[in-house]
């Protein structure tokens, strides 16, 4: 079987586990098409790709032309499967898929669910109207597409629900694990929770501090510390919020760092917090159970699925400040479990939501037949 994967870039987040397709015997050929390596966006954050590891295995083919583009798409057609990631959010995407429909390939989609958060801001709506515009612009496409990779539950049902002849699967994004034996566990007696994310309206980073203050009037005795490993447009907002709030000797903000320090970040620290509006998934939720971190996110995460067993982690109710205070205030008064129980959710994550599992699960997907 030969696998061809359609993005805007080289997604640190997918990479890991389609680096893993060709171990498996049922794949021969695994093929990355993107429109530009990394994204600018995905600089300013930090990321580096680099030469990433074992991405030798893969034929990574950037900014094609339309003649390539065919080629692709005539080559193999009955053994292949060609897989797009987001074909509304990039013209170049939505270009190659229109493409391939003069050809008798089989295609699916990588998708999260549709941005529903702030109605009428930052260009959500609610998944009515997602719904309705699905009728009105993508019914037609609709038959072209035979499996639908959705990201977390939420957008399984949707997808479910808007077309019932696709067959859906849920679906996540990965990280590339770091070396256990170069972590190490936080051996002092302050609780440490830590934010790593954009200091955007979306990620919603102010509603820890302001959790922080209520578990601080609470718990005179309350003794943690929480670090912000990121940057954007509401950190001056947290921090007049901080001074305001005479919390600086309880706060640390970094601004961006390279993503290749966020290991260690994580490593020196207890809980990650990810406290998004809206996040489609969430892969730092990955990242963190990866180097055995305790997680708290919002259930409008796609990544809250991961966390069903309270050894790995909580959810609160989004916005829901008062619940997130007494979780992190949980978290303080049980803070020796979740430090001896660092090693199981290691564990756990390589057996669950490495590159390796995902990568067998979706080829388990393509070669079923519905």
Known sequence: ????????????????????????????????????????????MGWEL??????EKCSIIISPNNDKIRALFNMREADSWHLFSGIHGFPFIFHCFKISLVYNIKRGIVTEC?????????????????????????????????????MGNRATKYFKSVY?????????????????????????????????????YRK???????????????????????????????RIDLENYIIKN????????????PQTEIPTWMSKNDILILPSIHDGWGAVVNEALQTGMYVIC??????????????????????NEQQLSEIMQWCHDNIDTIRHD?????????????????????INCLIENK
Request: glycine residues 4%; proline residues 4%.
């Open 298 to 319: 919002s259930n409008t995460c796609g990544a809250a699925d991961l966390l069903k067993d309270e050894r790995i982690g909580k959810v609160f109710h989004v916005n």
């Open 246 to 257: 005479n919390l600086k000797s309880y706060v640390t903000l970094t601004g961006f760092q």
């Open 50 to 55: 680099g030469c990433y590891p074992q991405i």
């Open 204 to 234: 919603s980073p102010k509603i820890i501090s302001s959790s922080l203050v209520s578990c601080i009037k609470n718990n005179s005795k309350f003794d943690c510390h929480v670090t912000y490993v990121g940057d954007g447009n509401r």
């Open 114 to 150: 549709p941005y529903t958060y702030a109605f009428g801001s930052n260009n959500g709506k609610p998944l009515w109207l997602h719904s309705i515009r699905f009728f009105l612009q993508d019914y037609k496409y609709a038959k072209y597409i035979d499996k639908v990779f959705a």
């Open 164 to 200: 019932s002849k696709w067959n859906v699967y849920p679906f996540m994004y990965c990280t590339q694990p770091k070396e256990k034996n170069n972590l190490i566990t936080n051996q002092t007696a302050t609780t440490k929770f830590l934010f790593v994310g954009s200091l955007s």
């Open 342 to 362: 660092r090693f199981f959710r290691q564990q756990w994550a390589d057996k669950h939501i490495s590159g390796r599992v995902l990568a067998k699960y979706m």
């Open 1 to 44: 079987m030969r696998i061809v994967f359609w993005q805007n870039c080289l997604s640190p987040h997918q990479l890991p586990y389609i680096v893993h397709l060709m171990d498996d015997k049922r794949v021969d050929e695994v093929v990355v098409v993107t429109e530009e390596s990394i994204s600018d966006e995905r600089k300013k």
